[in-house]
């Protein structure tokens, strides 16, 4: 699939800024074997008085911008054509549970995509006891580590309720498991410390998703979305499987990666600081087009 991205994070401050720093990630990544970046362009208005790039530990595209002079409003655009693969169907070869643990074991790497950095806590997703119970209850009947991660996905698709006023980015997971409410962020930090609470590696994908119209409606022009899912490590043989809770389903086509890492922390849209007083709002348009 070839798609054209367009992006517009807007930022409008109550008093003027008075210098800042930001690392920026919304630019796609290439990712052998899933998705290849054929032109990427990013833009900033005000345009900092300094801005740098680098590619941080997990793979992820950063852009490293300063401002010095006064401005009261930061907008931030992508434009970008990503070719992303078809999915394609796989079987189940995935090891028991038993057998991961031995081949998590047997994994001697720091690779960024080593199972290793995906097992633990991380800075967004802590290891809940309720957590852990609600997903071996919800996988106890599949045999494979693929199986209990789709069983997990399907189940929190099933018993939490997509509503963008019930958390907000600073949510934590065991908030979001009792109010089972929230987005995808929260979806996805759910089923990442319920996998992580079993002993499977498990990490967090930030991205677009491109949605379509109901029947007999037109498209609307910034209405698509960046969307958050998760990627599950299926042993030495399988490697990385991606599954999207929000939707129940495995990540497909339709989902084209910004970054990846342990959990939001590593791969937020945009973290800095900067010199002000008041508070701002936030605005973001988005379109996913396929070029047919």
């Not at 290891?127 to 991660?149: C, E, F, M, N």
């Not at 997971?173 to 996998?195: N, R, S, T, W």
């Amino acid at each position: 699939m070839l798609y054209d991205l367009r992006l517009t994070l807007t930022y409008d401050y109550d008093a003027p800024v008075h210098g800042g720093r930001h690392h920026i990630r919304v630019a796609p990544s290439s990712v052998p074997g899933h998705q290849r970046v054929i032109a990427s362009s990013l833009s900033f208005f005000p345009k900092p008085q300094r801005a740098t790039s680098f590619i941080d530990f997990f793979g992820n595209m950063v852009s490293d911008v300063s401002f010095v002079e006064p401005h009261e409003k930061f907008e931030v655009r992508l434009t970008a054509r990503v070719q992303v693969e078809d999915h394609v169907e796989q079987s189940d070869i995935s090891p028991t549970m038993g057998q991961l643990a031995l081949e998590v074991e047997r994994y001697w790497s720091v690779q960024p995509d080593s199972p290793q950095h995906f097992l633990a806590a991380s800075p967004r997703v802590q290891l809940v006891p309720d957590i852990k119970d609600y997903a071996s209850a919800q996988s106890a009947h599949a045999d494979t580590v693929l199986g209990k991660a789709m069983a997990l996905c399907l189940a929190i698709h099933r018993d939490f309720e997509y509503d963008p006023k019930a958390t907000d980015v600073e949510t934590k997971p065991a908030e979001a498991f009792v109010l089972k409410k929230g987005v995808c962020q929260d979806f996805a930090h759910v089923m990442i410390a319920g996998l992580r609470g079993l002993g499977i590696p498990a990490g967090y994908v930030s991205g677009f998703l491109r949605t379509l119209p109901p029947p007999g409606k037109a498209r609307l022009e910034g209405a698509d979305a960046m969307h958050a899912w998760v990627r599950v490590w299926c042993g030495t043989t399988m490697g990385w499987v991606e599954f999207d809770p929000t939707n129940a389903m495995m990540a497909g086509a339709d989902h084209i990666a910004i970054g990846h890492g342990r959990d939001y922390a590593d791969v937020s849209p945009i973290v800095g600081v900067l010199r002000t007083h008041g508070s701002h709002e936030t605005r973001q348009s988005v379109d996913v087009i396929r070029i047919e």
